[in-house]
């Protein structure tokens, strides 16, 4: 097996979009398709996807995030249910299943938002691992989900903010999973030099 093969492992992602209206019918689900196309753009890896989209239930959620950890998946990806309302308890599903938390993704998450709404300090994110999985509770929309993993640049596509996924591929190194090689016109990756793995010519 050459570098390069290593350099583009297989992931699979589980991607979970938390709503009661769009479980029920009522409208149509976008957090998936804006995870899953964002997700597609940025990596280089063969991916695939075990989408579920589950009304706001804490004992569900949980559950859900259980399964696709024992799926295999290496990074699970939620949108929806973080907000202060009654019904918003993802963060709380969440952290129930933790094995480590890991609050800088949800600070830099709200330093993003800060930017566009002040109520962005009413979002509790929250990022765990479970086992050798990243678990990464994401706003609800699809405009705000695509500016924290990604970041803020300028009109020349400078990065004026961090977006989180840069940070991303180097913990699921590691928490000893697979190696994710990134898009840099999308978002960048940043690994220490040690941690770097070389290209095949």
Not at 55 to 61: K, L, N, V
Request: net charge neutral.
């Amino acid at each position: 097996m050459t570098n390069k093969a290593l350099a583009c492992d297989p992931v699979k992602i589980g991607i979970v979009s938390v709503s009661d209206r769009a479980s029920s019918g009522v409208y149509e689900d976008k957090g998936l398709p804006a995870l899953q196309d964002w997700l597609a753009r940025a990596l280089k890896n063969p991916l695939t996807f075990e989408p579920r989209l589950i009304a706001d239930e804490q004992d569900r959620i949980s559950a859900t995030l259980i399964e696709l950890v024992e799926a295999g998946c290496s990074l699970v990806l939620t949108t929806g249910g973080t907000g202060p309302a009654l019904r918003d308890v993802t963060p709380e599903a969440t952290l129930a299943v933790a094995h480590k938390e890991m609050p800088g993704f949800g600070e830099q998450m709200r330093q993003i938002s800060l930017r566009f709404v002040p109520t962005a300090i009413l979002s509790r994110q929250v990022a765990v691992v479970r086992g050798q999985s990243l678990i990464i509770n994401l706003p609800g929309q699809p405009k705000a989900i695509a500016e924290t993993l990604e970041g803020l640049k300028d009109a020349d596509g400078q990065q004026l903010v961090p977006g989180i996924f840069a940070a991303v591929p180097y913990c699921i190194d590691l928490i000893g999973g697979p190696y994710l090689e990134t898009h840099d016109a999308v978002c960048k990756a940043f690994r220490p030099k040690s941690a770097v793995r070389p290209m095949a010519a």
